[in-house]
Structure formats: structure tokens, C-alpha cells
């Protein structure tokens, strides 16, 4: 399969603790996002990668959050001391350089915060 | 980026086509109109694009207004399957954008059977 991959599929997580989750991108994609996605709303754009370099970042990714893509290939995002307001979607995309290009999701992780 | 409006859900018959509608009144020159779709419990799916001409391609087809104010994506024969959040989008073409996207609340499609 050469689709966007995620990993773990789901996270149920008490308050307080460290998550990490990962995207494995198709291979030959330069750009990666990272996009989170709540109950009855549409994804919001959180972070975004060309190869290594993280350019943009949303004003939705307060100092808990982290995102690194090592060599510009798979990425992870890491939510330190989660809060509940963390539980939602999250969703890894990877595309091609050039803006009009599709991009293509993973399934997503699923995040709980008990 | 320019804001793009929806119904909130449309109904429609299988095997039946569909016409989903978009406003765009905003739209810029270098935007690009971008659909994507979301069934249930999966993350969004590239459905098709255009800038100024008409599209068709597997999926669907887009037309787009000629003012460009407004775009329909046409789904020829609905069915079970088409059931789905389809979000309208609009991305500028020039470099130094990140082509992240922004998504709206999209429009609910039921399909019945």
C-alpha cells in the first residue's frame, strides 16, 4: 500500500500525560501537513513541512505541541501534558511541491484525553 | 485566503446525479477551486480541481461559473458510497503559499436508496 499511514489508529490518554503519534508519508511527497479535526467540524490546518523544514505554523499549536520530520521523511507530533480539550482527530496529509497539487490523508489518530 | 459557502446538507437519490453548489463571490485570480470529500470515519479524499474551465475526471465533474464566483460539483449517478462531507475550497497558486487548506463545515450529503 502506497497511501499516508498513522500510527496508533487510536490513544485513549489520561490528563496530563505525553502522547507522540506518526505519519508516514507517500514517499516521493515533499510537503507534509498535519491537520486536526473535531466533532462536526471541518480538519484545521496545525502544522506543515517542506522535506525537513517546518514552515508554517497554526496559532492552534500552543508550546505543548511539537512536530518534527527527521530527513524529510515520516513526521511525528507530540502533545506534552494533555488537557481534554486535546481529544480530537488527527490527521496527517502529504502532497508534491506545487500548490495545485491533491493532497492525500491518512486515516487519522484518534485521541482521547480521560 | 477567500471563504466559500455551503449548504449545510443536500439529499438525494442513488443512481440519481447530484449538483452540489459553492459560492466563492471572494475569489481571487490565482485561486484554485478545490473539492474534497470525507466519508464516515476516514480522513478527506481529493475529489477534483479547477481554475477556470469546466473539469471532469473519474470521480465527478466541476463547473465553474464564469465569473467564477460560484462552482457546482456534479456527481453523475449517486450512490451509496457517495454519502459523505464534500468541503469546497479555495487555494492560491502562487509559491511561497504552504497550500495548506481551509476547510469549512463542507455540506452532508445522505444518499438513500
Known amino acids: 500500500d502506497t497511501g499516508v499511514s498513522q500510527n496508533p489508529r487510536h490513544k485513549i490518554t489520561k490528563r496530563g500525560q505525553n502522547v507522540t503519534f506518526r505519519c508516514d508519508p507517500i514517499?516521493?511527497?515533499?510537503?507534509l501537513y498535519w491537520y486536526r479535526q473535531t466533532l462536526g467540524q471541518g480538519p484545521e490546518f496545525l502544522t506543515y513541512?517542506?522535506?525537513?523544514?517546518?514552515?508554517?505554523k497554526s496559532r492552534l499549536l500552543s508550546d505543548r505541541f511539537s512536530a518534527e520530520r527527521p530527513k524529510g521523511s515520516f513526521s511525528t507530533l507530540e502533545i506534552q501534558r494533555t488537557e481534554q480539550g486535546d481529544s480530537a482527530m488527527y490527521l496527517c496529509?502529504?502532497?508534491?511541491?506545487?500548490?495545485?497539487?491533491?493532497?492525500?490523508f491518512g486515516p487519522g489518530t484518534r485521541l482521547t484525553v480521560t | 485566503d477567500a471563504k466559500t459557502t455551503q449548504p449545510n446538507s443536500m439529499e438525494s437519490n442513488e443512481e440519481e446525479p447530484v449538483h452540489l453548489p459553492c459560492n466563492h463571490s471572494?475569489?481571487?485570480?490565482?485561486?484554485?477551486i478545490h473539492w474534497y470529500r470525507q466519508l464516515p470515519s476516514q480522513g478527506p479524499e481529493y475529489v477534483i480541481h479547477?481554475?477556470?474551465s469546466n473539469v471532469n475526471n473519474r470521480m465527478a465533474s466541476l463547473a465553474i461559473a464564469e465569473d467564477r464566483k460560484s462552482s457546482t460539483l456534479i456527481l453523475h449517478r449517486a450512490t451509496l458510497r457517495d454519502a459523505a462531507v464534500y468541503y469546497c475550497?479555495?487555494?492560491?497558486?502562487?509559491?511561497?503559499?504552504?497550500?495548506?487548506?481551509?476547510f469549512g463545515q463542507g455540506t452532508t450529503l445522505q444518499v438513500k436508496p
Open positions: 496529509a502529504s502532497s508534491l511541491l506545487q500548490e495545485s497539487y491533491e493532497q492525500y
Open positions: 514517499s516521493e511527497h515533499n510537503r
Open positions: 513541512f517542506q522535506n525537513e523544514a517546518q514552515l508554517e
Open positions: 471572494t475569489i481571487s485570480g490565482t485561486d484554485y
Open positions: 479547477g481554475l477556470t
Open positions: 475550497i479555495l487555494r492560491d497558486i502562487y509559491s511561497g503559499n504552504t497550500g495548506k487548506l481551509i
